[in-house]
């Protein structure tokens, strides 16, 4: 079992900059792969970002790559989301979530049952 709790979001203005931090429990955090989802008011879950937990290979969403960072570290059995240039479309609850398999950060995977833990979100506001 791998519990996972988010933090760090607030309210920031457009161009700011935020650190999400994922925090995990359980023995065997660093055996899995890790994910950044969102999503929005009225809109679709979003995949954000995804790191690999065996060569820290991350990958991201057309929409956020060059502005947003996933990094790992397993030592303390944390997971983080640097933001930076956010914009107003950037607004949505984030989420983190772990799976066992490489295929859905390949995929860029957004449905829930695609991952085997969620956490809770942590609301991301930006304004205009």
């Known amino acids: 079992q791998v519990q996972l709790v988010e933090s760090g979001g607030g309210l920031v203005q457009t161009g700011g900059s935020l650190r999400l931090s994922c925090a995990a429990s359980g023995r065997t955090f660093s055996m899995y792969n890790m994910a950044w989802l969102r999503q929005a008011p009225g809109k679709e879950r979003e995949f954000v970002a995804g790191?690999?937990?065996?060569?820290?290979?991350?990958y991201y969403a057309d929409s956020v790559e060059g502005r947003f960072t996933i990094s790992r570290d397993n030592g303390k059995n944390t997971l983080y989301l640097q933001l930076n240039s956010l914009k107003p479309e950037d607004t949505a609850v984030y989420y983190c979530?772990?799976?066992?398999?490489?295929?859905?950060?390949?995929?860029?995977?957004?449905?829930?049952?695609?991952?085997?833990?969620w956490g809770q979100g942590t609301q991301v506001t930006v304004s205009s």
């Open positions: 790191i690999r937990w065996s060569t820290s290979d991350s």
């Open positions: 979530a772990a799976t066992r398999l490489l295929g859905p950060l390949l995929q860029r995977a957004r449905d829930r049952d695609r991952y085997d833990f």
